[in-house]
Structure formats: structure tokens, C-alpha cells
């Protein structure tokens, strides 16, 4: 088991930058793929971005594609979202993530195919 923490949410005008951490503890965080999922006030919540054991597949949902970055240092068993150019509405509760089991290639979109969630992290857009 691997238990995840959130961190690095806060309140930033539109159009500027944040920074969220996502710090694992448990087993070997490099046995873990891992993903960035938010929710919403009001919504379910939705897939964000995904990044493999080694870093090696990335896949990014298209609403925030060329704005955000999803990166992973398994010698500090830290994940990573860089957030750019933030919009009203990336205004969310943000979720780091963890699953075992991966298919090469395969876009683990879903809530129900991850094993292991943060207690998440707020981050609010403000004009």
C-alpha cells in the first residue's frame, strides 16, 4: 500500500502559475503509475493527467493540454503538476493517485482504475 499527500494549493489570479506536489510513502513509489485527477464545486470528479512508472508514457486530458505538466522524481518519491496560464475554470479540488497495474499505452482515465487517492489539495482561479 501507498499512501499519498497533496500539497502546493492556494489561491492565484487567472492566467498565472502554481505548483502541486504529491509526496508518497508505503512501498517503492516507482512500482506505482500515478495521475492528477480535480473535482469541480458541484461536478464529478474528472481525469486530468497520467504519467507511467519511468516517466517514459504521458497523457493529458485536452482541456488543459499545452498548460500543464505532469512529471515524476522517483528518488524523492514526489509527483508532480506544473499548472501555467490557469483559467477560472481550473478552479478545483486536485487528486494525485496511484495504481499498480499498467498496459503499455493504455489512457487510464477513470476513477474506478485507481487503487490509492490523496485527501487532495484546493486550488481556486480568481479573476
Known amino acids: 500500500q501507498v499512501q499519498l499527500e497533496e500539497s502546493g494549493g492556494r489561491l492565484v489570479q487567472a492566467g498565472g502559475s502554481l505548483r502541486l506536489s504529491c509526496e508518497a510513502s508505503?512501498?517503492?513509489?516507482?512500482?506505482?503509475?500515478m495521475a492528477w485527477f480535480r473535482q469541480a464545486p458541484g461536478k464529478e470528479r474528472e481525469f486530468v493527467a497520467q504519467i507511467s512508472k519511468s516517466g517514459d508514457n504521458i497523457y493529458y486530458t485536452d482541456s488543459i493540454k499545452g498548460r500543464f505538466t505532469i512529471s515524476r522524481d522517483n528518488a524523492k518519491n514526489t509527483l508532480h503538476l506544473q499548472m501555467n496560464s490557469l483559467k477560472l475554470e481550473d478552479t478545483a479540488v486536485y487528486y494525485c493517485?496511484?495504481?499498480?497495474?499498467?498496459?503499455?499505452?493504455?489512457?487510464?482515465?477513470?476513477?474506478?482504475?485507481?487503487?490509492?487517492w490523496g485527501q487532495g489539495t484546493q486550488v481556486t482561479v480568481s479573476s
Open positions: 508505503g512501498r517503492t513509489f516507482s512500482d506505482y503509475h
Open positions: 493517485a496511484a495504481r499498480t497495474y499498467w498496459t503499455g499505452n493504455h489512457r487510464y482515465t477513470s476513477i474506478r482504475e485507481y487503487d490509492y
